[in-house]
């Protein structure tokens, strides 16, 4: 089976960038580890301390961004990083021809309870300047270079998009290589499941209310069918079964916090997951256009999130638009 690297090098991605997917999968297979060890290496629990979101984060979510962090900075590929839980944008290597964007444990709350769990990354090129500036990743997603996640689930499975379609690998344990196991990731237009955080109903706008209720109605209800839901609360884990047989994913924007407009990250969320579903025949949207077109004002930026089939997607878009 094919090998990452080597699948890589056949495309047209740049070498430069080949190490650095490359790279960013050594370091995941690190993070896949340390949660495999789970409570006997003591990395559970909380870290008693709050993220830059006002997050209280996990040991896990601090000892994967750190791993992360010293893998891509050691590169010399990466001229700088912005993190879920940093701060500010961190200065890498003046010759680094990439930015990345991620977050480094996507999930964190099913963390002690030995569920799903992934690290999502974006990939931007660096710019001509010398020094970076968090200006710098304030791009629209539609300029990535690449997108992919590693989803820490009963396999280890890397997925990856450069521009030319989806593919995904999955970790040979007895070789720790990631080996090509879907070569083309295609999601179906029209689909019967649909994932969202249903205990939120009461806070969501009139228009996703109305959406949701007319899946719930079933056959009997103007959708004439039956809908069948799911939340892993893992986004990442969420997009891969979308991924695999299709589905949509919304994380709305609801009245609990007027002025965020929802929950997911733009940069290191919405985006990559946005060039993913894109690239495999799906849309992802806002609730008023391409997530993708959406031009960043800060790295740690929220959006409302709707994504998956195509023709899903559209009717619930539709139903914002009336
Ligand atoms: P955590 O990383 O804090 O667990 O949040 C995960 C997430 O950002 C995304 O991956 C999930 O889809 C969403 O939040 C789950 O949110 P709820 O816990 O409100 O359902």
């Given at each position: 089976m094919q090998r990452l690297s080597s699948q890589l090098q056949q495309s047209n991605t740049p070498p430069e960038l080949v190490s650095l997917i490359d790279l960013i999968a050594v370091a995941c297979k690190d993070i896949a580890h340390r949660l495999q060890q789970g409570a006997m290496s003591g990395v559970l629990g909380s870290a008693g301390e709050e993220n830059v979101q006002g997050e209280t984060q996990k040991k896990l979510d601090v000892i994967s961004n750190d791993l992360l962090k010293d893998y891509l900075l050691a590169s010399g590929t990466v001229r700088g990083l912005a993190s879920e839980e940093e701060e500010g944008i961190v200065a890498g290597s003046d010759k680094?021809?990439?930015?990345?964007?991620?977050?480094?444990?996507?999930?964190?709350?099913?963390?002690?309870?030995?569920?799903?769990?992934?690290?999502?990354?974006?990939?931007?090129?660096?710019?001509?300047?010398?020094?970076?500036?968090?200006?710098?990743?304030?791009?629209?997603?539609?300029?990535?270079a690449a997108a992919g996640y590693v989803l820490y689930g009963p396999s280890v499975m890397l997925v990856l998009s450069t521009g030319e379609g989806v593919q995904m690998y999955t970790l040979d344990q007895r070789i720790g290589e990631f080996v090509l196991t879907v070569e083309k990731v295609a999601i179906a237009k029209d689909t019967k499941e649909f994932a969202i955080n249903m205990s939120n109903q009461r806070f969501w706008a009139e228009p996703m209310q109305r959406y949701i209720g007319d899946l719930l109605a079933g056959s009997d209800g103007p959708r004439e069918k039956n809908f069948n839901m799911r939340w892993v609360a893992a986004m990442v884990a969420d997009v891969h079964r979308i991924l695999c047989r299709g589905g949509l994913f919304t994380y709305p924007w609801d009245n609990r916090e007027p002025n965020k407009p929802g929950k997911l990250r733009l940069m290191y969320e919405a985006n990559p997951m946005g060039m993913l579903v894109e690239q495999a025949g799906g849309l992802a949207y806002t609730d008023t256009g391409p997530i993708l077109d959406v031009q960043p004002e800060q790295i740690h930026q929220r959006v409302p999130v709707i994504l998956g089939a195509a023709n899903e997607v559209a009717t619930c878009v539709a139903y914002h638009a009336k």
């Open positions: 680094g021809g990439y930015l990345v964007a991620f977050d480094p444990l996507d999930g964190s709350s099913n963390i002690d309870i030995n569920s799903m769990v992934g690290t999502i990354f974006s990939i931007f090129k660096a710019p001509a300047t010398d020094a970076v500036s968090e200006q710098d990743f304030l791009q629209p997603g539609r300029n990535q």
